[in-house]
T-cell receptor, first 117, second 111 residues
Framework: DSGVTQTPKHLITATGQRVTLRCSPR?????VYWYQQSLDQGLQFLIQ???????AKGNILERFSAQQFPDLHSELNLSSLELGDSALYFC????????????????FGPGTRLLVL | GQNIDQPTEMTATEGAIVQINCTYQ??????LFWYQQHAGEAPTFLSY????GLEEKGRFSSFLSRSKGYSYLLLKELQMKDSASYLC????????????FGDGTTLTVKP
């Protein structure tokens, strides 16, 4: 158990809909990362938050948005869903997220499996 | 860019030794992680190297050469449960703490 929690575990929805994925980082971790992993693909970095502020952005679509709240949990919002958005969405947390050392070890949540029909 | 290159697939026999290589760009490099990911599950941390040389942890060892932009993960006494994807991830001082992940090497261990 990494200490990172994600809800829900599974989500089935229809094209055009909007969903929210939730992540709680490990206790004490300040930085949260979101990744998308399609079937048999690598991890695609979406976005990083540090202590409530956006720190880095990857290949995140404009239909997707995220935020990190004062209690450090984070939500990833996916809207106008398309079939191609079906994937595993992982959240990871690190102690700092400030470019140094083993403190940047990422601890991953179990993921949310999204299926868009 | 900060391309991370590793082989897509490897196959090895139970009980054998396998070496998974990873190359990365050296400019701004700050450290290298290896993660293991079983199919449908979350990646889990295996090792972190920041200095040149070999770090050993039981059946798994990780090596780093900073000047060559090269790392490898060595798995000894392979077991069936080692069948998984192995992700190489490099940390750069320009990336605000965000590791850049390779696409992973899928290792299949056969009896």
């Amino acid at each position: 158990d990494s200490g990172v929690t994600q809800t829900p575990k599974h989500l089935i929805t229809a094209t055009g809909q909007r969903v929210t994925l939730r992540c709680s980082p490990r206790s004490g971790d300040l930085s949260v990362y979101w990744y998308q992993q399609s079937l048999d693909q690598g991890l695609q970095f979406l976005i990083q938050y540090y202590n409530g502020e956006e720190r880095a952005k990857g290949n995140i679509l404009e239909r997707f948005s995220a935020q990190q709240f004062p209690d450090l949990h984070s939500e990833l919002n996916l809207s106008s869903l398309e079939l191609g958005d079906s994937a595993l969405y992982f959240c990871a947390s690190t102690l700092l997220g400030m470019s140094g050392g083993s403190e940047e070890t990422q601890y991953f949540g179990p993921g949310t499996r999204l299926l868009v029909l | 860019g900060q391309n991370i290159d590793q082989p897509t697939e490897m196959t090895a026999t139970e009980g054998a030794i396998v070496q998974i290589n990873c190359t990365y760009q050296t400019s701004g490099f700050n450290g290298l992680f290896w993660y293991q990911q079983h199919a449908g599950e979350a990646p889990t941390f295996l090792s972190y190297n920041v200095l040149d040389g070999l770090e050993e942890k039981g059946r798994f060892s990780s090596f780093l050469s900073r000047s060559k932009g090269y790392s490898y993960l060595l798995l000894k006494e392979l077991q069936m449960k080692d069948s998984a994807s192995y992700l190489c991830a490099a940390l750069y001082n320009t990336n605000a703490g965000k590791s850049t992940f390779g696409d992973g090497t899928t290792l299949t261990v056969k009896p």
